[in-house]
C-alpha cells in the first residue's frame, strides 16, 4: 500500500470521522488541529463532537495506537484537509483556513504525497492551493507544472455525509473524485478504498468543486420551494402538508418539506459560493436563500399574532401570558444549535415577550447564553401545562409523540406541521 501515514488536517465533524475510518483499517493516522482541547480529548480516546458510533471508533483507534492528535502537521504519505470555509463580507467564500492549513503542511511535504481538499469550496479552490504549496515549496514539482510527472499529487474530493448519520455515510457513499490529472485521480481513489464501500467517481477538480456546491444548492432550492408554498397556502387557509403529501402522490412530484428556516452550517452556506461565482446567472439560487432566511421572521410574526389573539381572548395583560417554544437545534433528534433558524426564532421571541418564555430542547442539558437571561429551560410535560401560546419549531421524536389530545391550547404555532 502507497499510504502507510495519512494525515488528517481540521478534526472536527468531518475530519475526525475521517481520520478515525482509516484508523479503524489500522492505518496509522495523525490528526492535525490547532485546538489543543481538541488534541488533548482525542488523545485520551475521547470526542469533542456529538456525532452517533464515533466515540468508540475513535476510543479503539487511539487505544490500538492508530490514532494519534498533534497541533502541527507531520511527514505523512497523505494529507486530507478538511477546515472550515466559512464565508466573509457579502457571502464571499472565505478561504483562509485552507491557506493556513496548506502552509502548515508545507514544510513537512515530502515527494511522492498526495494532498486532498475535502472543505467545500468555491470552484478553482483546489488549483488555489496547489499554487500556494507551490510557492511554499519551490524544490518540489506539482501538477500545474509538471502534470503527471510531478512530485506532489492534489485532488478535490468533497464530503457529503450527513450528520447524525456520518459514521455510515462515509462508508456507504460513492466519493466523487477531481484530481488536478489523472495519476492524482488514481491515488485519491486508493486512498479512499481503504475504507469506502461505496464507488469513486473520477472528474476534473472544478467539476467536483461545483458537484458538491450543486448537491446543497440543489436541497436549498427545493426547501425554499416547500417553504414559499407555506406562506401561500398560509394565506389561502390551507394545509399545506396535507397538500405536499397530495401533490407528492404524482409519479414526478416529490417537495421537500417546509420548516421554520433552513439552517446548519452547509446548506445556507453552500450556495452563496455559486452565487459570489456568477452572480449574473445564479438568480434562482441567490433567490432560494433569501426565501429560506426569510422564513423565520415570517415565524416570527405569526406568533406575535397568536400572542395578540391570545391577549384580547383572554382579556389578560401580556406580562401574564406565557410562550413555549418546542426545539432549537438545526433539524431533529441532534443537539447542534449552530445557525439553527429555531435558536433565532426563539431567541427574538424571548427578548420581545413581556410574559414568561419557556424553552423545550430534549438534547440539551442547560441553555446557551444567548437564551439564558429570557428564558427558561423546562421539561416538555411543564411547557404543555403551563403555557398559552405554542410554538413547535423542531420536529424531535419527543415531539411528535404527542398527540393532539395533549394539546389544549388554542394559539399554536407549528412550523414542521406534527400537532395541527
Ligand atoms: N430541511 C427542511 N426541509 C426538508 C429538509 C431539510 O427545512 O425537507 C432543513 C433542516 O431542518 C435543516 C436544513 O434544512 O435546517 C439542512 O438539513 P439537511 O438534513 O437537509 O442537511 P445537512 O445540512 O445536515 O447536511 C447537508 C447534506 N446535503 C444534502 O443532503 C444535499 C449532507 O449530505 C452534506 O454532506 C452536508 O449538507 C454538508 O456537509 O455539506
Redesign the pocket.
Known sequence: MSFTTISVVGLG??GLPTAAAFASRQCQVIGVDVNQHAVDTINRGEIHIVEPDLDNVVKTAVENGYLRAVTRPLTADAYLIAVPTPFKGDHEPDLRYVKAAAESIAPVLKKGALVVLES?SPVGATEQMAGWLAELRPDLSFPQQAGEQADINIAYC???????QVMI?LIK?DRVIGGMTAVCSTRACELYNIFLEGECVVTHSRTAEMC?LT??S???V??AF??ELSLICAENGINVWELISLANRHPRVNI?????????????V?PWFIVAQSPQYARLIRTAREV?DSKPLWVIERVKAAVADCLSDTEGRASDVTLACFGLS???NIDDLRE??AMSIAEKLACWHKGKTLIVEPNIDSLPGSLAAHSELVSLDVALQQADVLVLL?DHHEFKAITGEQIKQPWVVDTKGIWR
Open positions: 465533524y468531518i467545500t468533497p464530503e457529503r455525509v450527513l450528520p447524525g455515510e457513499n458538491k448537491e446543497n440543489f436541497r436549498d427545493n426547501i416547500a417553504n421537500l418539506q417546509p420548516g421554520p428556516g433552513v439552517g446548519g452550517h452547509c446548506i445556507a453552500d429560506n438545526f433539524k431533529p439553527s433558524p423542531v
